[in-house]
């Protein structure tokens, strides 16, 4: 088999007891469309890097922004979008904004694709 059709069956046909229940159980269009924004988020890799520094710790912006060597101001931008993404949430203390991980899924979400690539 040549390389073009290396993912091609050999012999046309389907199998309609796979295709009927993989269909029954495939989400609607709006919500995989929500899944692929939400994996979109995954795509940067200064987003990568401040949910990674937030997975190991809660931070302050100035200390996201200093570890990464970012300014504030772009750390600010990129995190204003994981929190529209419902990635990230933050809290107030004094002056200080400290940002978290939204919750127990997104860490399991980078620590799974952390190891995907180490395998």
Same mark, same amino acid.
């Given at each position: 088999?040549? !390389?073009?059709?290396?993912?091609?069956? !050999?012999?046309?046909?389907?199998?309609?007891?796979?295709? !009927?229940?993989?269909?029954?159980?495939?989400?609607?269009?709006?919500?995989?469309?929500?899944?692929?924004?939400?994996?979109?988020?995954?795509?940067?890799?200064?987003?990568?890097?401040?949910?990674?520094?937030?997975?190991?710790?809660?931070? +302050?912006? +100035?200390? @996201?922004?200093?570890?990464?060597? @970012? *300014?504030?101001?772009?750390? *600010?931008?990129?995190?204003?979008?994981?929190?529209? *993404?419902?990635?990230?949430?933050?809290?107030? !203390?004094?002056?200080?904004? @400290? +940002?978290?991980?939204?919750?127990?899924?997104?860490?399991? @979400?980078?620590?799974?694709?952390? *190891?995907?690539?180490?395998?």
């Amino acid at each position: 088999m040549d !390389e073009r059709n290396d993912l091609m069956c !050999e012999e046309p046909g389907t199998h309609g007891d796979v295709l !009927e229940r993989v269909r029954n159980d495939m989400p609607d269009d709006d919500t995989l469309y929500e899944l692929a924004d939400l994996f979109k988020m995954f795509g940067d890799s200064t987003r990568m890097k401040i949910m990674f520094v937030l997975m190991e710790s809660e931070m +302050c912006v +100035c200390d @996201i922004a200093e570890l990464l060597g @970012i *300014s504030q101001s772009a750390i *600010s931008h990129q995190l204003r979008i994981l929190k529209q *993404s419902k990635l990230i949430s933050s809290r107030r !203390e004094g002056k200080n904004i @400290i +940002c978290f991980l939204a919750d127990d899924h997104v860490k399991s @979400i980078i620590a799974q694709g952390l *190891s995907h690539v180490l395998e």
